[in-house]
């Protein structure tokens, strides 16, 4: 069965400060790695996906993730926050052909000033 | 880039009855939607997985009966929650899949908000 863990449920960092959220995932073929971000009563919107090649993955909004595959970590990283950036971020595990998505319980992300 | 909308994006009903959510692709044509449901602060749970032009398939403990998935054309999903009780309350989330614009990237509603009183 293919699970993800999301060990923080709530981090809270200041603004311009780095972030790293971590996730794990368990997955019995070769993983197709997500990561989402929710704004309060909003749907999900992809940050970043990892399929194959480089396991350094750039996505939107400054956002970067490592696969590390000896690990079964996908972190999610960015360099220095904005107060924009604080919401819900999901990290979600599938696979080819299996468009069913499992996705982690989040980490709420705080920005002070 | 693709966009999936949902509607309504809030409702309130009362207990006992039936309240009906879509879910659109807007520019893309979609085979296959999916059905999500969101618990307050916890994650999203995959409820079913709505094919257009046959019936849907529900995960493990998803009433069928009482979620009611139709996809009738290419470009739209409902689902209805029938008889619905405050158990029911919940943000429900609908997605799909752009074609060939890559495997496995999901296209995210804005998520509709149920209330039963």
């Known amino acids: 069965a293919q699970s993800v863990t999301q060990p923080d449920i709530h981090i809270t960092v200041s603004e311009g400060a780095s972030l790293e959220l971590r996730c794990n995932y368990s997955?019995?073929?070769?993983?197709?790695l997500f990561w989402y971000v929710q704004s309060p009563g909003q749907g999900l919107q992809l940050l970043l996906k990892?399929?194959?090649?480089?396991?350094l993955v750039q996505g939107i909004k400054g956002f970067e993730a490592e696969f590390k595959r000896s690990q079964s970590s996908f972190n999610l990283r960015k360099p220095s926050v904005h107060w924009s950036d604080a919401a819900e971020y999901f990290c979600?595990?599938?696979?080819?052909?299996?468009?069913?998505?499992?996705f982690g319980t989040g980490t709420r992300l705080t920005i002070i000033p | 880039g693709a966009v999936v909308s949902q509607h309504p994006s809030r409702v309130i009903c009362k207990s006992g009855t039936s309240v009906k959510i879509e879910c659109r692709s807007l520019?893309?044509?979609?085979?296959?939607m999916f059905w999500y449901r969101q618990f307050p602060k916890k994650s999203l749970m995959l409820m079913a997985t709505?094919?257009?032009?046959?019936?849907?398939?529900?995960e493990q403990g998803v009433e069928k009966d009482k979620f009611l998935i139709n996809h009738a054309s290419l470009t739209l999903s409902t689902l209805t929650v029938t008889s619905a009780h405050p158990e029911d309350s919940s943000f429900y989330i609908c997605?799909?899949?752009?074609?060939?614009?890559?495997?496995?990237?999901?296209?995210f509603g804005a998520g509709s908000r149920l209330t039963v009183l």
């Open positions: 990892y399929f194959s090649g480089d396991t």
């Open positions: 997955y019995g073929a070769t993983p197709y």
């Open positions: 979600a595990v599938g696979g080819f052909g299996n468009e069913k998505l499992t």
């Open positions: 997605s799909a899949r752009a074609g060939s614009s890559g495997a496995n990237v999901l296209t």
């Open positions: 709505s094919n257009e032009g046959s019936k849907a398939t529900y």
């Open positions: 520019d893309f044509q979609a085979t296959t």
